[in-house]
């Protein structure tokens, strides 16, 4: 009778670490943590972007250390990370584009001037097809800038803490594209 036991509960202590490796935001598997030069970021929240009773992307914000204050976050010359998963076939390079100038205006209060080369160099990489399923992962390293990668192929760095604190602030500053997602990506 022991052994009848013994291989089910094996079984299910292995399998279990693998459930405990991702987490299901918005029918996507989100990875607990993001690893980047060596550096682990833990999963600090999830969410959903919906527009119009439409769900668009899940965004997930990445961190060293938990924090629920988004001020600080964004203030912080620490490594972080967002994952952008598209989850809407409506979604297309231009509608992207769009929502991230929109965004990156909401963040900075209009003022773009400081970091118009980087958000150019960073516009032109949204210029590549964009469909449903696809993400991108932006891994900010304090010596490095945000490293940009599309569906775990990298596509170029963008330096600058400015510029780094205006992204971020796309999700996480006073006027976020999404307050409820803000909130879920602070873990609140």
């Known amino acids: 009778m022991t ?11 292995f399998l279990l670490p693998l459930s ?8 996507v ?29 899940v965004s997930a914000l990445y961190l060293e250390n938990k924090s629920q204050d988004a001020e600080t976050i964004l203030r912080s010359d620490k ?3 967002i994952r952008l998963h598209i989850v809407s076939g409506m979604v297309d390079s231009e509608a992207l584009r769009d929502a991230i100038t929109d965004g990156f ?12 080369s980087q958000v150019d160099q960073f516009m032109v ?24 990668y599309k569906n775990l192929t990298y596509q170029e760095d963008i330096r600058g803490l400015n510029f780094k604190r205006a992204f971020f602030g796309i999700w996480l500053g006073e006027d976020p594209a999404d307050d409820d997602l803000k909130e879920e990506m602070l873990g609140l």
């Open 105 to 116: 205006n909401r963040s900075t209060g209009g003022n773009l001037e400081p970091i118009k």
């Open 125 to 148: 990489l949204m210029n590549q097809e964009v469909q449903k399923g696809d993400y991108f992962d932006f891994f900010y390293l304090p010596d490095a800038g945000i490293k940009i």
């Open 79 to 81: 490594p972080m990370a």
């Open 3 to 13: 052994k009848k036991l013994i291989i089910p509960i094996s079984i299910i202590l």
């Open 29 to 57: 598997e989100i990875p607990e943590t993001l690893t980047q030069e060596g550096i682990a970021l833990k999963l600090n929240g999830a969410g959903v972007r919906s527009k119009f009773f439409l769900d668009i992307y």
């Open 20 to 27: 405990l490796l991702a987490r299901e935001v918005g029918d």
